[in-house]
């Protein structure tokens, strides 16, 4: 199994920053691709970005060239910059990894608020 901690949310201005953070751990020799996703009021959970284990990266449209997801192997952590958020952004962002067998893993989400 591997389990999922996020970190890093809270509440912040329009036009501020924020950066979330996941580590993983358990099982991650079988993890592939790790990625944010993200739930606001009243809405399906969607796509924020993604991060291939060799590093390549896809990101959902509102929030291309606004955050940057980068990885870092060696400390088994997923980390998600949002710059220049709207109250848009505002909801629960939650890690996923991506495995190469077995389900999905998720973390237990981490709450974003952007205030106008």
């Known amino acids: 199994q591997v389990q999922l901690v996020e970190s890093g949310g809270g509440l912040v201005q329009a036009g501020g920053s924020l950066r979330l953070s996941c580590v993983a751990s358990?099982?991650?020799?079988?993890?592939?691709?790790m990625g944010w996703y993200r739930q606001g009021p009243g809405n399906q959970r969607e796509l924020v970005a993604v991060i291939g284990a060799a590093g390549s990266t896809k990101y959902g449209d509102s929030v291309k060239g606004r955050f940057t997801i980068s990885r870092d192997n060696a400390k088994n952590t997923v980390y998600l910059q949002m710059n220049n958020l709207k109250p848009e952004d505002t909801g629960v962002y939650y890690c996923n990894a991506d495995r190469y067998s077995g389900s999905p893993a998720w973390g237990q989400g981490t709450q974003v608020t952007v205030s106008s």
């Open positions: 358990g099982s991650i020799f079988s993890i592939n691709a």
